[in-house]
């Protein structure tokens, strides 16, 4: 099994499971979006070379925070975009899954989401990248 290669950035598709509408957007690594309640931290994303087997992985901390502003943990983990059965995200209103990895953004996506949010500092995820 050869390495896979790590990329700046993850393409995300999310369904709000009320509204029936879906929103495909990029999301930095490193970066913290905001998509309805949750907070969405991608911590990696790794991509296959291109003559293996296609396959990108991003591992996501997901979270939302309850009425008394303290972080509730949605999801923290692995996504693989060929099985997204495989670790999927168990939320009432919202779904999120991994459809690629990429080494530049795509020029004026048509949606975007709020990038960069304010996290307070008592809910910033773990900092590291799980192996």
Not at 12 to 22: N, P, Q, W
Not at 60 to 83: C, H, I, R, T, Y
Request: glycine share 4%; charged share 25%; with cysteine.
């Amino acid at each position: 099994e050869s390495a896979m290669i790590d990329m700046p950035i993850v393409k995300l598709r999310s369904l709000d499971k009320i509204t029936a509408r879906t929103k495909v957007f990029e999301v930095n690594v490193g970066s913290t979006v905001k998509f309805g309640s949750l907070y969405i931290r991608v911590q990696a994303c790794r991509k296959a070379p291109p003559i293996e087997q296609p396959e990108s992985s991003a591992f996501l901390q997901v979270w939302q925070l309850d009425k008394q502003e303290e972080p509730v943990w949605v999801f923290s983990g692995w996504m693989f975009a060929s099985s997204p059965g495989l670790s999927s995200m168990d939320h009432p209103i919202y779904d999120v899954w991994v459809l690629d990895c990429a080494d530049k953004a795509k020029p004026a996506a048509a949606e975007t989401v709020e990038e960069d949010v304010a996290v307070p500092e008592d809910v910033q995820p773990e900092a590291g990248t799980p192996e």
